[in-house]
């Protein structure tokens, strides 16, 4: 199985089914999702009967708890189907139509559950508590119903909240936007690859053409990409403008100081453990220059430029890695894990879980996603080489720990949140990284996985972090009354690329565009937990390759504990601490070894 890098892109009914995603696990056809679709809209009206009488008794209490719960799991079920088929081939009209009816359904349970919050808060906690004692029934609803009292100063009256749950559906207009321009309408041009091929230009592979061997194919894909997003600068500022002041709006009126600490509020996240990241990342800006440096001599360049850092510095170790071998070798990468794991994770690559290759209009990137009653969901654009081997190892971390939350939580707690969600899923790379520098005895095979690793540390640690930086500041400029133009954007995000980046860069001004091509700032402060992930994850496969069997055990029920109790608190039991800046001090130490490892190897003096 071969990625058709030099041809062009493959229509999805070109491509054998062992390389699609089985959604039939999900619906066996559409018709078996419009019953779902039509049964969600049935039982809303028995939900909206306990409106106005909620918590008059603790049974009426908990049947409302339990009916919104079988709800949920249904337009779960009804939406995420829509939208991974969708995402299949986003020019597919049924499949828009089909996600359109979907969200207007989100829309309309919201609307017809938001009595539910606020009728709870304007209870006295004295009375939950005693309907918790005299109904064991509602010992499964603790955590949720303690975690509700907690958003007490922030929720309006049951009519102001029933009236916001029905803006929901318009405010993701900017999103769904962003979506269809990004991965339907855009279109960029056709360029040469290293043997003069033509071949065309995608989101999907964009990054490989950066990692190629010939910096004429890296500065003309990069070039190429942005420039074509920098065709429509007042479109994607209008769109990004839209998002943040649908943020900020929501925020003010739940009475937040500020977007970013609503954002928190929702895991519980203290505000220091956000501008605590961004202040050790800066403290350590220096290694990431230093790093630099060391590129800009291995690649023999006199001025490193933006698209020059993604190409591997050991390019002779670079080779192609078929999907079957990523599989393999991951698998193997995870041994530490034992047969539990394991198990789960050949079931996931042998029953079709994964959606491989790219296709036409399918959607750019890489996620797991799923619904609860069935297995999770891996969507790739499987390129062969390292990258997307890790890629592969990464979004299985998501999936296991989505089936292992499962399995052992209720629906109510299955869902686990975001700060957690980034840990298993770079774990994995880390585990997959020791295992091939356990293995090689090639020095420059050696040096190609330190330079994947230091890689992994600037795009994941110090990239997800100057993004972190660029959300925080254009909240605030609106926040402020600001208005966000293309031209403010792009100089806050040009800026913030010459202060991480250091002398050794040469900016340039097409990466000034480059945010208008992120689809995670329409999930509003998400990309700070690739960071603080990545830090708890490094910790936590130190812990397992040191400790062994304990260290594996305290793993795996962090992974079956999905949303049961908050992110700070479930990362404690595992063996991390993150209201501390130790795990990312001790991820930047690292980097910084990392660094002076590839210094000596390149005959680069270190500075001071």
Known sequence: MTTPTQNAVPKRNELPDEVKWRLEDMYPSDAKWEEDFAQVRELLPSLQSYQGRLTASSQYLLEALGLEETIGRLIDRVFVYARMRRDEDNAVAAHQAMVDRATALLTETAAAAAFMLPEILATEPARITAMLSENPGLALYRHKLENILRHRPHTLTAEMEQLLAQTREMAQGPKTIFDMLANADLKFPTLQDEDGKEIPLTEGRYLHLLRSGDRRVRREAFESLLRTYGKFANTWAAIHSASVKKDVFYARVHKFPSALEASLHADNVPLTVYKGLIEAVHQHLPLLHRYMDVRKRRLGLDRLAMYDLYTPMVSEADRKIPYQEAVKTVEAA????????????????????????????????????????????????????????????????????????????????????????????????????????????????????????????????????????????????????????????????????????????????????????????????????????????????????????????????????????????????????????????????MFGELVGEMEKATGTPRPG
Do not use: C
């Not at 402060?525 to 040191?546: C, E, M, P």
């Open 334 to 589: 995870l041994h530490p894990l034992g047969e539990t794991y394991l198990g789960s994770l050949r079931e996931g690559f042998a029953s079709r879980w994964i959606d491989v290759l790219e296709n036409e209009g399918k959607t750019s990137g890489a996620y797991s996603w799923g619904a609860y009653g069935t297995h999770p969901y891996v969507l790739l654009n499987y390129q062969d080489n390292a990258h997307d081997m890790f890629t592969l190892a990464h979004e299985m971390g998501h999936a296991l720990h989505t089936h292992f939350s499962e399995t052992n939580q209720p629906y109510i707690y299955a869902d686990y949140a975001i700060f957690v969600a980034e840990v298993a899923s770079t774990f994995n790379e880390n585990l997959l990284l020791s295992y091939l520098l356990g293995r090689t005895t090639d020095e420059t095979e050696r040096l190609y996985l330190v330079n994947h690793h230091l890689e992994a540390v600037r795009t994941t640690v110090y990239r997800q972090t100057m993004f972190a930086e660029f959300e925080m500041l254009t909240h605030e400029k609106v926040e402020a009354g600001e208005a966000l133009t293309p031209e403010l954007l792009n100089q806050i995000y040009w800026d913030l690329n010459v202060m991480y980046y250091g002398p050794q860069v040469e900016v340039g001004d097409d990466i000034a565009l480059e945010w208008a091509r992120v689809p995670h700032f329409y999930t509003p402060f998400y990309v700070y937990k690739y960071a603080t992930g990545y830090s708890a994850a490094a910790a936590l496969a130190q812990q397992i390759l040191r400790e062994g069997r304990p260290a594996v055990r305290r793993y795996l029920d962090f992974l079956g504990s999905g949303g049961s109790d908050y992110p700070i608190d479930l990362l404690r039991r595992a063996g991390v601490d993150m209201t501390t800046s130790q795990p990312v001090e001790e991820t930047l130490r």
